[in-house]
């Protein structure tokens, strides 16, 4: 092989090798729902159903939340005399519609991108 050859088919060796051992990224599978709720002075606890299992809650009382806690899980900012705000994090969900609880009486739906943070601001 002459020098000129090498010349010529190195680079396109060397280009193949770079470009073949690249590896694909997967793309995300879970996503995060970031809620931020203002409420009354009064303990609130609160749950994660998927759509169908807020409705069979509903409509059976059997079946139970994703995922449930209480707002002294994260120490509340004092807005007035009356009103608290508490922000909570809930991470690795699949993609889809949620419904958020709070003390059993207000559902607010909520939506999950796989790969994303969606935050929602409620006021109760």
């Known amino acids: 092989m002459t020098f000129r050859r090498l010349f010529l088919v ?3 060796v060397a280009a193949l090798f770079l470009t073949g051992c690249k590896k694909d990224e997967p793309s995300p599978t879970t996503g995060n729902v970031h809620i931020t709720y203002t409420y009354d002075a009064i303990f609130y606890g609160y749950s994660l159903f998927t759509e169908e299992g807020w409705r069979t809650y509903i409509l059976t009382g059997s079946g139970g939340p994703l995922r449930s806690g209480s707002s002294s899980d994260r120490p509340p900012i004092v807005i007035s005399n009356t009103r608290l705000k508490t922000e909570i ?14 003390q059993s009486s ?7 991108v796989a790969g994303q943070t969606t935050s929602y601001t409620f006021d109760l």
């Open 89 to 102: 994090i809930i991470s690795t969900l699949n993609p889809g519609n949620y419904v958020f609880v709070i």
């Open 10 to 12: 190195a680079p396109a």
């Open 106 to 112: 207000t559902a607010k739906t909520v939506q999950v």
